[in-house]
């Protein structure tokens, strides 16, 4: 497996960047094929060939979480055994599903107008990106 380097800013530092960190992560284990290995349990092959495989790519997809988030966080995730473990642990550490964020999103939905120059997409985009309303 190719280095993959990921810039100090890009790194999880917790929830203020956790939702774009899932996004990027996500998206490098998919180039690798191994998204797998975080969105469902994989069961370990019973062939030596193929559970040489999967302990290789298990190896793999933790190594990219683990180089993508901060050093203060890797505490967490030592001890866990796989992938899909440290990236269940990390959302439910971090992943916001309160109920007072929709409280939040709702009051900020009432107060926006669309300018006359506006168009609907643009808007739209505005919301999303302006407002830090995710989709």
Request: charged share 30%; aromatic share 8%.
């Amino acid at each position: 497996m190719t280095s993959i380097s990921i810039n100090p800013e890009d790194k999880l530092e917790g929830g203020t960047n956790f939702n774009v960190w899932k996004a990027r992560v996500l998206n490098i284990l998919k180039e690798y094929d191994l998204d797998s290995f975080v969105t469902s349990v994989v069961e370990e092959p019973t062939t030596n060939a193929g559970r040489s495989v999967f302990k290789k790519n298990q190896a793999k997809a933790k190594r990219i979480i683990f180089d993508s988030v901060k050093d203060n966080i890797m505490t967490v995730l030592t001890p866990l055994k796989t992938a899909k473990e440290c990236f269940d642990s990390l959302a439910n550490m971090y992943e916001t599903k309160a109920p007072n964020q929709k409280g939040v999103l709702k009051k900020q939905l009432q107060t926006l107008k669309m300018e006359k120059d506006d168009s609907v997409a643009s808007f739209f985009t505005k919301i999303s990106h302006d407002r830090g309303i995710s989709r």
